[in-house]
C-alpha cells in the first residue's frame, strides 16, 4: 500500500531528529554538547508534581475541550496575564499546543502565513494538510520579527483566506516582537486571522509580556501550555484561548477532537490545575534569570569572536551567523545542514540548521538551544548568582554550555584552546 502523497514531503521534526542523533553518537562514546533539541532543564515545580501523584488514580475520559475546572484556571490565569475577560467557554485543552496548532490548520481553509525564520513544525503541518505556505522574510535589523508592513505587502497579494502563526518571544532567535501593534492593524485591515504562539510567554527575561491579543483580540488566538514555563514538556498538555467571534473555529476542533484524541490524560489535567491556580513567581524569576545569564554569556562569547547573533530577549534559544567566519568560508558550505553535519562530526556541538527555520538554504546560520545543563542544581545553587565570576558560574553550573561553546569556538580557530 502507498503512502499518501502529503506525507512524502513529511520527515521526522528536525528538533527530536539532532536528539536521537545526539544521543546515538553519545552511546558510542562521542563527547556531544546538546545545543539541538529545545527542552526545558528546569524540574516541574513540586507541588504541581505532587498533584499529579495525587491524581494517578483519575481514569475517566474527560471533556473533550478539557476539565472544565482547569478551563476556569486556565481563563483565570489568562484573563490577568493577557489583561482580557476571558471564561471556560474560551478554552481549549490538548494534548501539547503543537497539536492545537495542527488542528487549527487543520479547520480552517485557508493559506498559511510564516516569518521566516519560524517554529520547525508549522511549515510541516501544513505539508500533511496540503496547505499553502507563503513565508515572509524578515531581517536581522528587526531582530527576525515580521513588521505590519512586511505582513501588509503580502496580503495585497491574494484575496485568499489567511492565517498567521506569529511567536514571541521566539522560537528560534529567542527574541520578542516590537511590532505587535502594526501587525494588528494590517492584520485587522486584511481578516488575517492570527494565532499567537506564546509558549515562552512566561519566559520573556524581563518578566512582562504583550500579547497581540491585545491590539487585536477578535482575531487572536492565543497558543500556549506547561511545555516551557513549568518544564513539562514531557506531560503533553496544551491550552489554546478563542474569542468570542472565532468561537466556530474552537468547536471545529472540538469535533475534530473528539473523533481523534478525545481528551488529555486525565492525571495530567487535574493536576495541571495546580499549575494555573498557583503562585509560581519566585521559579519563574529565577528560571529567568537563569537563562538571560546564559544566553547573555554565549551572546558575549560569539559575538567578540565573529559570530553574528541578535541578543535574545526570553526563552532558550538565539540564531547564530557564522558566515564572517574564516574557518567557514574555506569549506565553502553549500548550505547550513552541510555546516551544522560538519560541526557536529568534529566538535561534537549539536544544533540546527537555520534551512529548518525557512532561511534559505545557504545562509550560513544555525540555531543554539542553551539548555544542556541540571536546571534543579541551578535553581538549587541561585544563591551563587550573586557572589561568583561569570566564568566560575558556567564552569561549576553549565559545565557542558561551557565546554561546548569553548570546543566550538577552538575548532573555529577563533580561541585558544587554554583561553
Ligand atoms: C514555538 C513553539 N511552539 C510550540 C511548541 C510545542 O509545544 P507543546 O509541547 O505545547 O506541544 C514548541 C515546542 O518546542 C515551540 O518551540
Known amino acids: 500500500m502507498k503512502i499518501n502523497a502529503n506525507i512524502h514531503k513529511v520527515k521526522t521534526s528536525a528538533t527530536l531528529e539532532i536528539n536521537e542523533k545526539s544521543k546515538f553518537l553519545e552511546k558510542q562514546g562521542k563527547q556531544i554538547y546538546k545545543f539541538g533539541l529545545g527542552q526545558s532543564p528546569f524540574p516541574v515545580p513540586k507541588n504541581i508534581v505532587k498533584e499529579l501523584k495525587k491524581n494517578s488514580h483519575q481514569k475517566d475520559y474527560l471533556n473533550v475541550s478539557g476539565l472544565e475546572d482547569l478551563r476556569i484556571a486556565v481563563s483565570k490565569y489568562h484573563s490577568k496575564k493577557n489583561k482580557y475577560n476571558y471564561t471556560d467557554n474560551n478554552i481549549l485543552i490538548g494534548p501539547g499546543s503543537k497539536e492545537l496548532i495542527f488542528q487549527t490548520q487543520l479547520v480552517l481553509n485557508c493559506d498559511l502565513l510564516l516569518p521566516s525564520p519560524s517554529w520547525v513544525s508549522y511549515e510541516p503541518q501544513a505539508k500533511i494538510l496540503n496547505k499553502k505556505t507563503i513565508w515572509i522574510k524578515t531581517y536581522k535589523k528587526n531582530k527576525w520579527h ?31 516582537s516590537e511590532h505587535l501593534k502594526q501587525i494588528a492593524k494590517m492584520a485587522k485591515k486584511h481578516k488575517v486571522i492570527i494565532i499567537a504562539d506564546e509558549i515562552y510567554a512566561e519566559l520573556d527575561f524581563s518578566g512582562s509580556y504583550k500579547s497581540i491579543a491585545h491590539y487585536y483580540p477578535e482575531g487572536t488566538i492565543i497558543s500556549s501550555g506547561l511545555s516551557k514555563w513549568c518544564g513539562a514538556g514531557g506531560w503533553r498538555i496544551g491550552t489554546m484561548i478563542f474569542p468570542k467571534k472565532l468561537s466556530y473555529i474552537k468547536d471545529a476542533i472540538r469535533n475534530v477532537a473528539s473523533e481523534t484524541f478525545t481528551s488529555v490524560s486525565a492525571p495530567i489535567q487535574f493536576a495541571a490545575i495546580k499549575a494555573y491556580s498557583e503562585d509560581h513567581q519566585n521559579f519563574l524569576d529565577k528560571s529567568r534569570k537563569i537563562l538571560k545569564f546564559i544566553s547573555e554569556y554565549i551572546y558575549s562569547e560569539f559575538t567578540s569572536k565573529k559570530i553574528e547573533c541578535v ?28 555546516m551544522c553535519k560538519k560541526i557536529l562530526s568534529e566538535t561534537g556541538f549539536a544544533m540546527l540548521p537555520g534551512s ?3 532561511f534559505k538554504k545557504n545562509k550560513l546560520i544555525a540555531r543554539i538551544a542553551f539548555v544542556d545543563f541540571n536546571g534543579t542544581k541551578a535553581l538549587k545553587l541561585f544563591r551563587l548568582f550573586n557572589k561568583s565570576t561569570s566564568n566560575k558560574i558556567m564552569k561549576k553550573l553549565f559545565p557542558n554550555i561551557f565546554n561546548g561553546v569553548k570546543a566550538l569556538l577552538y575548532w573555529l580557530d577563533i580561541k585558544k584552546n587554554n583561553e
Not at 483566506?161 to 521566539?170: E, G, R, V
Not at 538565539?318 to 545542514?337: E, P, R, Y
Open 356 to 358: 529548518d527555520f525557512g
Open 311 to 338: 541578543k535574545p530577549d526570553g526563552g532558550f534559544y538565539m540564531l547564530c551567523d557564522f558566515s564572517k567566519i574564516k574557518k567557514i568560508k574555506t569549506f565553502k558550505f553549500k548550505n547550513s545542514q552541510e
Open 146 to 176: 515580521l513588521t505590519g508592513n512586511d505582513l501588509e505587502k503580502v496580503c495585497k497579494k491574494s484575496k485568499k483566506s489567511k492565517l498567521l502563526i506569529l511567536n514571541s518571544p521566539n522560537n528560534p532567535s529567542g527574541t520578542s
